[in-house]
């Protein structure tokens, strides 16, 4: 039996998703947006303060094909995949390039802890600095992260001031050639918008202050926002 053709064998790769669903965007520069969010299962990841862990597990598997067509009844030009950690599926690129091809806009929420250099150059990557307060700063890809684009946005979640000052000195060494836009949030509980928007302010650092828009709207929905 001979093999699909490329095109054909990338739709028909399956991914494990934990949900799909039509929501406003809640961060990134595309806050307040109506977006589709096809959130895929599994993360190797354990931050502290992780507000999908039920993406963790289970699942159902859907081709990259049935994916699509769902996102396109839904009718929204935006799409985010995330997770979880949507790059520890390796189907994960094949999804976003037919998604591309399909005319949405695409965006990657990923961790900072894979390479996504390889990915199609139509997707916006929005990646995390892991800083230490996530007990997962280790995980960070420097090289992936230091090589991110313009269009791209690094999001920096901080839960004390320790972590926002570390995050200021990797953007002064490991990161000071990137030219991804800076986005800075208040881990929920442990540090108030407020006063991370004065750091900001009297620090003069780079970026700009984001709160999680979904959560304004929905505080009571812990999941399909």
């Not at 520069?29 to 993360?43: D, E, K, N, S, Y």
């Not at 998604?99 to 997707?123: I, Y």
């Not at 302010?201 to 709207?217: D, P």
Request: glycine share 8%; net charge negative.
């Amino acid at each position: 039996m001979s093999a699909l053709p490329p095109r054909r064998a990338e739709l028909q790769a399956t991914v494990t998703v934990t949900e799909l669903y039509r929501s406003i965007q809640g961060e990134s520069t595309h806050a307040g947006r109506p977006c589709t969010f096809v959130r895929l299962a599994g993360c190797p990841l354990r931050c502290r303060w992780c507000d999908t862990a039920y993406s963790f597990t289970g699942g159902e598997k859907y081709t990259v094909a049935a994916i699509v067509d769902q996102v396109v009844a839904l009718g929204v030009p935006l799409v985010e995949v995330t997770g979880g950690e949507p790059l520890a599926q390796k189907q994960t690129p094949a999804l976003l390039s037919a998604l591309a091809e399909a005319g949405f806009e695409v965006l990657l929420e990923t961790s900072g802890a894979f390479a996504f250099a390889h990915l199609d150059p139509r997707v916006r990557v929005i990646a995390d600095l892991k800083c230490p307060g996530s007990a997962e700063a280790n995980r960070n890809v420097w090289p992936a992260l230091a090589g991110m684009r313009p269009r791209d946005e690094l999001k920096i979640v901080v839960a004390n001031r320790v972590d926002f000052d570390w995050a200021r000195d990797r953007l002064a060494s490991e990161l000071n050639t990137c030219p991804a836009q800076v986005l800075w949030s208040p881990v929920e509980g442990e540090v108030a918008a407020a006063e991370l928007a004065e750091w900001l302010l009297n620090s003069g650092e780079r970026g700009r202050l984001q709160v999680q828009l979904h959560k304004l709207l929905w505080p009571e929905a812990a999941r399909g926002v």
